[in-house]
Nanobody, 115 residues
Framework: QVQLVESGGGLVQSGGSLRLSCATS????????MAWWRQAPGKQREFIAV???????TYADSVKGRFAISRDNAKNMVYLQMNSLKPEDTGVYYC?????????WGQGTQVTVSS
């Protein structure tokens, strides 16, 4: 059973930075892609960023130039560096792992950006 555990969320002022981490229970190389999604209060979960096993990245327009996704295969970790945070970045951030046989989600970590 694949387990994903996010950490690094918290309360930060507008313009600040946070780095989220996602730890996988098995080898991260088992997944062809790892992604971050978020869900704001009262809204649907939305895509934020993805990184493939080849290191290619894609970002939502709302976070381009401010967020950076990365992975450390040796540590089985995925990161989301978030800079220039805005109040609209507030939400629960989820890590997602993609395999050809299915997808897996973490439990989420809360990020709150105050104005």
């Amino acid at each position: 059973q694949v387990q994903l555990v996010e950490s690094g969320g918290g309360l930060v002022q507008s313009g600040g930075s946070l780095r989220l981490s996602c730890a996988t229970s098995g080898s991260i190389t088992n997944f062809y892609a790892m992604a971050w999604w978020r869900q704001a209060p009262g809204k649907q979960r939305e895509f934020i960023a993805v990184i493939t096993d080849g290191g290619n990245t894609t970002y939502a327009d709302s976070v381009k130039g401010r967020f950076a996704i990365s992975r450390d295969n040796a540590k089985n970790m995925v990161y989301l560096q978030m800079n220039s945070l805005k109040p609209e970045d507030t939400g629960v951030y989820y890590c997602k792992a993609l395999q050809t046989s299915g997808t897996y989600w973490g439990q989420g970590t809360q990020v709150t950006v105050s104005s």
